[in-house]
């Protein structure tokens, strides 16, 4: 049978990878690299990662305009700090966000594509996503058919992102991998390739509904995919970890990773973010040097 085009295009990456030689290169890395970057500056930096995210069972109009609100309080507040790369909502709050928002450069981000499962029709993520855009959406984060993934059924994978990355037009868009449920190295490869191949943005770990989330052993292999395709096709594409992200050394341990793998050209807030919505308080209150839960 002959190969597809998918399988061709994987087949130029080296994918066959040992997940216990990455575990070793990932303590390596937090053994001897993270110390020197658990700095002010640093965690600075971090607070203008953060994509602000309320995904919530209870969320409603109140909630995220009140959610939008402290962002354009930040703002005033803080003046010396970075505010927020992004908040980030389903998207039948996306025109909440966009008509309370007075921030310039904060994104917005929506859930589309039937979060977090992905099991939905292509058409009910078509018009989800759509409409999304419609309302305002900058960013659309949508989720690899896992399943499909997992079955080997590539092409599918793939063309659903594809046609997703259409409907997204010049709007950016993040894969989430679900690295948790891809249990290998060698997955966590060859899902981020098929996806940056198949028109992703970025490429993003997990939807934060399930464990394990982001792992530093995940971020390095998604790191190390960014890298290869980008020396391979010139095109960067963006990472972000999300889900897991409990405590400001998390944080500092996938900036570390980033630094070390990519280089400081992924050192901005275009190119990394961070789903969380507990960290940015934990990032401020040690920026600040006062206990603050200001979102």
Same mark, same amino acid.
């Given at each position: 049978?002959?190969?597809?085009? !998918?399988?061709?295009?994987?087949? =130029? $990456?080296?994918?066959?990878?040992?997940?216990?030689?990455?575990?070793?290169?990932?303590?390596?890395?937090?053994?001897?690299?993270? %110390?020197?970057? @658990?700095?002010?500056?640093?965690?600075?930096?971090?607070?203008?990662?953060?994509? =602000?995210?309320?995904?919530?069972?209870?969320?409603?109009?109140?909630?995220?305009?009140?959610?939008?609100?402290?962002?354009?309080?930040?703002?005033?507040? $803080?003046?010396? =700090?970075?505010?927020?790369?992004?908040?980030?909502? $389903?998207?039948?709050?996306?025109?909440?966000?966009?008509? &309370?928002?007075?921030? @310039?450069?904060?994104?917005?981000?929506?859930?589309?594509?039937?979060? %977090?499962?992905?099991?939905?029709?292509?058409?009910?993520?078509?018009?989800?996503?759509?409409?999304?855009?419609?309302?305002?959406?900058?960013?659309? @984060?949508?989720? /690899?058919?896992?399943?499909?993934? =997992?079955?080997?059924? !590539?092409?599918?994978?793939? @063309?659903?992102?594809?046609?997703?990355?259409?409907?997204?037009?010049?709007?950016?868009?993040?894969? *989430?991998?679900?690295?948790?449920?891809?249990?290998?190295?060698?997955?966590?490869?060859?899902?981020?390739?098929?996806?940056?191949?198949?028109?992703?943005? !970025? *490429?993003?770990?997990?939807?934060?509904?399930?464990? %394990?989330?982001?792992?530093?052993?995940?971020?390095?292999?998604?790191?190390?995919?960014?890298?290869? !395709? $980008?020396?391979?096709?010139?095109?960067? *594409? +963006?990472?972000? %970890?999300?889900?897991?992200?409990?405590?400001?050394?998390?944080?500092?341990? /996938?900036? &570390?990773?980033?630094?070390?793998?990519? +280089?400081?050209?992924?050192? #901005?807030?275009?190119?990394?973010? /961070? +789903?969380?919505?507990?960290?940015?308080?934990?990032?401020?209150?040690?920026?600040?040097?006062?206990? #603050?839960?200001?979102?």
């Amino acid at each position: 049978m002959e190969e597809n085009k !998918y399988e061709k295009t994987l087949n =130029l $990456y080296n994918c066959e990878l040992n997940d216990d030689e990455v575990r070793e290169a990932v303590r390596k890395i937090i053994a001897e690299k993270v %110390p020197q970057n @658990d700095t002010p500056e640093v965690k600075k930096f971090l607070m203008g990662s953060v994509e =602000l995210t309320t995904l919530k069972t209870t969320d409603s109009e109140e909630s995220v305009m009140a959610f939008t609100e402290r962002v354009n309080q930040f703002d005033e507040q $803080y003046p010396e =700090l970075p505010h927020v790369a992004t908040i980030c909502v $389903y998207p039948c709050f996306a025109k909440t966000v966009a008509e &309370t928002l007075e921030i @310039d450069g904060v994104e917005i981000a929506c859930v589309s594509g039937s979060f %977090p499962s992905s099991q939905a029709l292509i058409e009910v993520k078509v018009a989800e996503t759509a409409l999304a855009v419609k309302d305002g959406a900058t960013e659309i @984060d949508i989720v /690899m058919s896992v399943g499909k993934f =997992l079955s080997g059924n !590539y092409e599918e994978v793939a @063309d659903e992102i594809s046609e997703l990355k259409s409907v997204c037009g010049d709007k950016k868009m993040k894969v *989430i991998l679900e690295t948790g449920c891809l249990k290998t190295a060698s997955n966590i490869k060859k899902a981020s390739i098929l996806s940056m191949y198949a028109g992703a943005d !970025y *490429i993003k770990t997990s939807t934060g509904k399930l464990e %394990p989330a982001a792992t530093p052993e995940a971020a390095y292999v998604m790191c190390q995919a960014i890298k290869e !395709y $980008y020396e391979k096709t010139g095109i960067q *594409i +963006g990472f972000k %970890p999300a889900g897991g992200l409990n405590t400001v050394m998390d944080a500092v341990t /996938m900036y &570390t990773i980033v630094k070390e793998v990519l +280089g400081e050209q992924w050192l #901005t807030n275009q190119w990394f973010r /961070m +789903g969380t919505s507990r960290l940015a308080n934990l990032l401020l209150s040690e920026v600040t040097g006062v206990e #603050t839960k200001f979102f």
